[in-house]
T-cell receptor, first 118, second 113 residues
């Protein structure tokens, strides 16, 4: 069974500093995809970044980068130069098994609430 | 390009009633997935529809059902509402369910009293 674990319920970071949000996963599939989403208090899930299991380089999207360590089954999100608007819940997710035609299903972790201090 | 839209945004229902929520995916997207988000259980997958067929189903009772129309719009229905059904219901759309492009709508917040 696939599983996502986020061990940090809450994190604080000073504005303009970098922060790392942890995510570990478990799957027996060779091909899989990992996502990070941001959920502000309004509730909408905002796609941040994606990493495929066969991607050799870590994904980056602007201030977001994904530190992918396949052997350790970790996919940590790094936010550089934090801004006040980054305060939100952050979810790590894994796509369901394509082998079992479950690509449209996302398995989510419990989330990390990030607070950026001025 | 318009994003994923969900209607209504807020809903208050009474125990025992039924409710229908709607999701319109991004144009060209044929896969729609539904999720329930509660403080206790987090984000849980309900079901996925692709080309008008239910392709995947989560572990929810039969009171939760859905369908997809030929224009890819999807509805989910909850019958005989219980207090525990109070949640944020999110839908996500993607081209085929296999790409990394899975975009969420703003959600429908359902309160059952």
């Amino acid at each position: 069974a696939q599983k996502i674990t986020q061990t940090q319920p809450g994190m604080f970071v000073q504005e303009k500093e970098a922060v790392t949000l942890d995510c570990t996963y478990d799957t027996s599939d060779q091909s899989y995809g990992l996502f990070w989403y941001k959920q502000p208090s309004s509730g909408e899930m905002i796609f941040l970044i994606y990493q495929g299991s066969y991607d050799e380089q870590n994904a980056t999207e602007g201030r977001y980068s994904l530190n992918f360590q396949k052997a350790r089954k970790s996919a940590n999100l790094v936010i550089s130069a934090s801004q006040l608007g980054d305060s939100a819940m952050y979810f790590c997710a894994m796509r369901g098994s394509l082998y079992y035609n479950q690509g449209g299903k996302l398995i989510f972790g419990q989330g990390t609430e990030l607070s950026v201090k001025p | 390009k318009a994003g994923v839209t969900q209607t209504p945004r807020y809903l208050i229902k009474t125990r025992g009633q039924q409710v229908t929520l709607s999701c319109s995916p991004i144009s060209g997207h044929r896969s729609v997935s539904w999720y329930q988000q509660t403080p206790g259980q987090g984000l849980q997958f309900l079901f996925e529809y692709f080309s008008e067929t239910q392709r995947n189903k989560g572990n929810f009772p039969g009171r939760f059902s859905g369908r997809q129309f030929s224009n890819s719009r999807s509805e989910m229905n909850v019958s005989t509402l219980e207090l525990g059904d109070s949640a944020l219901y999110l839908c996500a759309s993607s081209k085929d369910g296999e790409s990394y492009e899975q975009y969420f709508g703003p959600g429908t917040r359902l309160t059952v009293t």
